[in-house]
């Protein structure tokens, strides 16, 4: 039920913060559009099981650290491109990076590419499930093994405890290579 409540609550500022106006009348408003919308869309909103509480916790306490990489790298990444649009840096070295993902979760793997597709620079091209790779083009590619480090960062600010992958699959990240 406090979950519920967190989700109607989320959605009734968002509401308000669209409209930039926090007035009660758009409080009640959004209130009762997001309680709709909340009863309309339970069962896709709101998990059947929902995740372990030592999850949500890490998550908690994870967060704004993984969203001050990601707006350390949006910064980086709109500069750099910026620099190649206006013509003070020339395009050297792009390509496409193979960054094998070994056992991380799916829904890691999803989070990291399209947080890899938000910034500026870096491209998500492909997954390959069955080689467990991802394929990423970017702007400067010429530090493959520091790009795979990059990437690797989001995935151990997400995951938590049995989705940590084994020492095996964190060994096969090494053998990965640029095309």
Known sequence: MMFVMLVILALTGVFMATLADFSWQNAVIGGVAASTLALVYFRWIFPRNLPPAEFVFHLLVRLPLLLWYLTVDILKGTWLVSLYVVGIRQLEHPGIVKIPFGNHSDDAVGLVGHLLTVSPGSFLV??????????????????????????????????????????????????????
Request: charged share 30%; hydrophobic share 30%.
């Open 126 to 179: 492909d997954v390959d499930w069955n080689d467990r790779t991802m394929l990423v083009h970017y702007m400067d590619a010429s530090r493959p093994a520091q790009l795979r480090a990059d990437v690797e960062k989001y995935y151990r600010l997400w995951e938590y405890g049995s989705h940590i992958p084994t020492s095996d699959s964190v060994s096969a990240q090494d053998d990965g290579g640029a095309s």
